[in-house]
C-alpha cells in the first residue's frame, strides 16, 4: 500500500492556495459565543440590510414548484432583459454563480502559468487566490491614499499580461476611479490583455464612470455587475458579466451549462424592475454612510471616504477590536489577509444596527 499522501500528488497550484476567509455566519457565531441569533448584528460582507425585494420573493415562490426541471441555461430572459437595460446584445451578457464567478471563468479563459495578471495592491482578495489556482503571476500596483493608481497598473503591462482588475468602486476601500483616469488607461490597453472593470457596487453610485462604452465599441473589456448587493440576493449567487461578443462567447464555453440556477435567475429578473426596492436601499445607505463619517469624526478615528455600502476605519488592533466586538454580538470584517491589520471594515447596516454598531465600537474602545 502506497504511503504517499494526496497532498504529494495534488495540484501545486491548490496547495498553494490561502482559502478565502468569508465574513462569520451569523449561526456559527450564535453556536460558539452562545448568543441569540435574532440578536446579532452581522456587518461582515456588504448586504443589503433591507433584505430582498418583495418581487423577487415573489418571483422565487411562483419558481418553487417548477424546480424539478433543469434552469434555462442559456439564460434567455435574463439576459435579455439585462442586455435591454444597458443597450446591448444577448450575446454581450454572460450569467453567473455570483459574479465571483465570472472572475474565475475570465482566469480559465486567458491565465496560465506564464501569464500575468494586474490588480491593485489593496484589490478585491479574490483575483490574487485566482491568479495562484491557476499558477500565474500575481501583479499587484501600489495604490497610494488606497485609491487604484491606473497609470500605474498600465505601465505594469507586459507581454505576458492576459487581465487588469479594476473594482470599481474596490472592495475593501469603497473608493472610486474616475472618468478621464478609466479613458486614459483604455487609451494604453493593448490588444492581448482584457481590462475587467467590477463593478459589483455599481448601484450605490451617484456618479458612475461610463465602461459599457467600451463594451459597445468592441474593445477588450468586461464588466461585472451583481445581484448579491444593493439588489440583496447575495445567498442565490447571481451575478453577470458584459463583455465584447469575442470575450463573452469565450466566457460561454467554460462555464457550467446550469451555472445559474432557475430561483436565482428567475429572483434576479424581479429585483432588476423593482425601483421602489432599490431606491429605499440607497436611501438607507446614504443615511448610514454619513452616520459612519460623522461617529469616526467626531471621535478622531481615521476612515476612507466611501462610495459604497461599507467604511473602512482605522482602530488599532482590527484582529483584537474583530473579536471583542464579535462577543458583544457585532460581526464586522477585520483586515489583515488585506494587509491592513489596524484597520476593519463596517458595513453600512439598517440605522438600529449602525448606531447598536456605533455603541459596542465605543465600549470596546474605553475598555
Ligand atoms: C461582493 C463582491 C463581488 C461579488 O460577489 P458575488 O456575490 O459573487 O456576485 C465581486 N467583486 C467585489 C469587489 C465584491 O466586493
Given at each position: 500500500m502506497?504511503?504517499?499522501s494526496?497532498?504529494n500528488?495534488?495540484?501545486q497550484f491548490?496547495?498553494?492556495l490561502?482559502?478565502?476567509?468569508?465574513?462569520k455566519?451569523?449561526?456559527e457565531?450564535?453556536?460558539?459565543l452562545g448568543l441569540?441569533?435574532?440578536?446579532i448584528v452581522?456587518?461582515?460582507s456588504?448586504?443589503?440590510p433591507?433584505?430582498p425585494?418583495?418581487?423577487a420573493?415573489?418571483a422565487?415562490?411562483?419558481?418553487i414548484?417548477?424546480v424539478?426541471?433543469?434552469?434555462d441555461?442559456?439564460?434567455?430572459?435574463?439576459?435579455?432583459a439585462?442586455?435591454d437595460?444597458?443597450g446591448l446584445?444577448?450575446?454581450n451578457?454572460v450569467?453567473g454563480?455570483?459574479?465571483?464567478?465570472?472572475?474565475e471563468?475570465?482566469?480559465?479563459?486567458?491565465?496560465?502559468?506564464e501569464?500575468?495578471?494586474?490588480?491593485?495592491?489593496?484589490?478585491?482578495?479574490?483575483y490574487?487566490?485566482?491568479?495562484?489556482?491557476?499558477?500565474?503571476k500575481?501583479v499587484?500596483v501600489?495604490?497610494?491614499?488606497?485609491?487604484?493608481?491606473v497609470?500605474g497598473?498600465?505601465?505594469?503591462?507586459?507581454?505576458?499580461t492576459r487581465l487588469?482588475?479594476?473594482?470599481?468602486p474596490?472592495?475593501?476601500?469603497?473608493t472610486l476611479?474616475?472618468?478621464?483616469?478609466l479613458?486614459?488607461f483604455m487609451?494604453?490597453l493593448?490588444e492581448?490583455?482584457?481590462?475587467?472593470?467590477?463593478?459589483?457596487?455599481?448601484?450605490?453610485?451617484?456618479?458612475?464612470?461610463?465602461t459599457?462604452k467600451y463594451v459597445?465599441?468592441?474593445r477588450?473589456v468586461?464588466?461585472?455587475?451583481?445581484f448579491s448587493?444593493?439588489?440583496g440576493l447575495?445567498g442565490l449567487?447571481?451575478?453577470?458579466?458584459?463583455?465584447?461578443?469575442a470575450?463573452?462567447?469565450l466566457?460561454?464555453k467554460?462555464?457550467q451549462?446550469?451555472?445559474?440556477n432557475?430561483?436565482?435567475?428567475?429572483?434576479?429578473?424581479?429585483?432588476m424592475?423593482?425601483?421602489?426596492h432599490?431606491?429605499?436601499?440607497?436611501?438607507?445607505?446614504?443615511?448610514?454612510?454619513?452616520?459612519?463619517?460623522?461617529?469616526?469624526?467626531?471621535r478622531?478615528?481615521?476612515y476612507?471616504p466611501?462610495?459604497?455600502n461599507?467604511?473602512l476605519?482605522?482602530?488599532?488592533?482590527?484582529d483584537?477590536?474583530?473579536?471583542?466586538m464579535?462577543e458583544q454580538?457585532?460581526?464586522?470584517?477585520?483586515?489583515?489577509?488585506?494587509?491592513l491589520?489596524?484597520?476593519?471594515?463596517i458595513?453600512?447596516?439598517?440605522?438600529?444596527?449602525?448606531?447598536?454598531?456605533?455603541e459596542?465600537?465605543d465600549e470596546?474602545?474605553?475598555?
Amino acid at each position: 500500500m502506497s504511503t504517499t499522501s494526496v497532498k504529494n500528488v495534488a495540484n501545486q497550484f491548490v496547495c498553494d492556495l490561502v482559502a478565502y476567509e468569508p465574513g462569520k455566519p451569523i449561526e456559527e457565531t450564535a453556536r460558539e459565543l452562545g448568543l441569540d441569533p435574532a440578536t446579532i448584528v452581522k456587518l461582515a460582507s456588504n448586504e443589503n440590510p433591507l433584505g430582498p425585494s418583495p418581487m423577487a420573493q415573489e418571483a422565487m415562490r411562483n419558481e418553487i414548484d417548477q424546480v424539478h426541471i433543469y434552469p434555462d441555461g442559456g439564460g434567455y430572459k435574463l439576459r435579455s432583459a439585462l442586455a435591454d437595460r444597458h443597450g446591448l446584445e444577448i450575446e454581450n451578457v454572460v450569467l453567473g454563480n455570483g459574479s465571483n464567478e465570472i472572475i474565475e471563468l475570465l482566469c480559465h479563459c486567458f491565465l496560465n502559468p506564464e501569464a500575468e495578471l494586474i490588480a491593485a495592491e489593496h484589490a478585491f482578495v479574490v483575483y490574487k487566490l485566482m491568479a495562484t489556482l491557476f499558477g500565474a503571476k500575481y501583479v499587484e500596483v501600489a495604490d497610494p491614499d488606497f485609491i487604484h493608481d491606473v497609470d500605474g497598473m498600465a505601465d505594469a503591462i507586459t507581454e505576458n499580461t492576459r487581465l487588469v482588475f479594476i473594482a470599481n468602486p474596490n472592495n475593501p476601500t469603497g473608493t472610486l476611479v474616475g472618468q478621464d483616469a478609466l479613458d486614459r488607461f483604455m487609451d494604453r490597453l493593448p490588444e492581448h490583455v482584457v481590462a475587467v472593470f467590477d463593478e459589483a457596487y455599481y448601484e450605490f453610485l451617484e456618479d458612475a464612470p461610463d465602461t459599457l462604452k467600451y463594451v459597445k465599441e468592441g474593445r477588450n473589456v468586461c464588466v461585472l455587475r451583481t445581484f448579491s448587493k444593493a439588489y440583496g440576493l447575495a445567498g442565490l449567487r447571481i451575478g453577470y458579466g458584459m463583455a465584447s461578443p469575442a470575450v463573452a462567447s469565450l466566457l460561454q464555453k467554460a462555464r457550467q451549462p446550469f451555472n445559474a440556477n432557475a430561483m436565482a435567475q428567475a429572483a434576479a429578473l424581479a429585483a432588476m424592475n423593482d425601483g421602489d426596492h432599490v431606491q429605499q436601499t440607497l436611501d438607507t445607505n446614504n443615511t448610514g454612510l454619513a452616520y459612519y463619517e460623522k461617529a469616526f469624526a467626531a471621535r478622531g478615528l481615521e476612515y476612507v471616504p466611501s462610495v459604497a455600502n461599507f467604511i473602512l476605519v482605522k482602530v488599532g488592533d482590527g484582529d483584537v477590536l474583530f473579536q471583542k466586538m464579535l462577543e458583544q454580538g457585532v460581526i464586522v470584517r477585520a483586515m489583515r489577509g488585506y494587509k491592513l491589520p489596524e484597520w476593519v471594515r463596517i458595513s453600512v447596516g439598517t440605522q438600529a444596527e449602525n448606531e447598536r454598531c456605533i455603541e459596542v465600537l465605543d465600549e470596546v474602545l474605553a475598555s
